[in-house]
């Protein structure tokens, strides 16, 4: 479980909270989607899930570690992984291969196991046409489903996507999203969707609506979503097409 206890953060020289006693808790299993409005909070909190950044005050506590300990941050990383973006922010490697091996290499891995998870990642998310490829030489999608695989290979119990699919066309998108669900399910680990997508918020198992730096509600996103002004009064806009389609479930 990832708990957030009445967590606040000031970015440094920043005039407001970001967040503003922010408390929740998320479970080890299944896909919880979070929205919110711009300046909400949401990408302050993924990089406190673990450990990037550090509450100024309350506490983040991952499967029972305090992210704000140092000798913990490392366990706390391994347990969290996040995907941004921007995939060009996390590339470090000259071919998707060497990518994806990356990590496991810093973790130790040996040969034979890490050459035999890089194969099975490249299958699983479909990249093996591009194994010898320079990543910055993909497509969009492409090259987020790179960044998406090198942190999934790592197996953390935990996948934060920061908005990772909001540059994507809506079928990159799809494909992207089934991708991660079968990672998922593959690994019994937990999936923190945040997006300003409602139709990827129905897929979650349940939704978190932030609101200037706090929760403003959650529950099951179908009910959530069908609240159409109380969204809007936290700055969401539900389209039309996301309220039909609820209607026609």
Do not use: W
């Not at 967590?7 to 808790?25: E, K």
């Not at 998406?148 to 994507?168: C, F, G, H, Q, W």
């Not at 179908?222 to 209607?247: N, T």
Request: with cysteine.
């Amino acid at each position: 479980m990832i708990e957030f206890r009445n967590v606040t953060y000031r970015y440094p020289g920043g005039s407001r909270q970001v967040l503003d006693g922010l408390s929740f808790r998320i479970p080890d299993e299944g896909i919880t989607a979070i929205m919110g409005a711009n300046g909400s909070g949401k990408s302050t909190a993924a990089l406190c899930m673990n450990g990037i950044l550090l509450p100024d005050s309350g506490s983040v506590v991952v499967d029972g570690t305090v992210t704000g300990e140092v000798s913990n941050h490392a366990a706390v990383r391994r347990t969290v992984g996040i995907v941004f973006q921007n995939p060009n922010h996390q590339f470090t490697s000259l071919t998707v291969e060497r990518e994806l091996a990356f990590g496991l290499e810093n973790a130790g891995t040996d040969y034979d196991e890490m050459k035999e998870r890089v194969d099975e990642c490249l299958r699983l998310f479909e990249l093996e046409d591009y194994r010898t490829l320079l990543p910055a030489s993909l497509s969009g999608g492409e090259k987020q489903r790179v960044a998406l695989a090198a942190v999934a290979i790592l197996e953390p119990k935990y996948l934060v996507l920061d908005e990772a699919t909001s540059l994507l066309s809506p079928l990159t998108r799809k494909t992207i999203l089934r991708l991660i669900a079968l990672n998922a399910a593959k690994t019994r680990s937990a999936v923190i969707l945040i997006t300003q997508f409602p139709n990827e918020a129905m897929l979650a198992d349940r939704l978190m609506v932030f609101n200037a730096g706090s929760l403003g509600r959650e529950g099951v996103p179908g009910m959530l979503l069908r609240k159409v002004d109380d969204l809007r009064s936290f700055g969401i806009q539900v389209p039309l097409s996301a309220r039909l389609e609820r209607h026609e479930h």
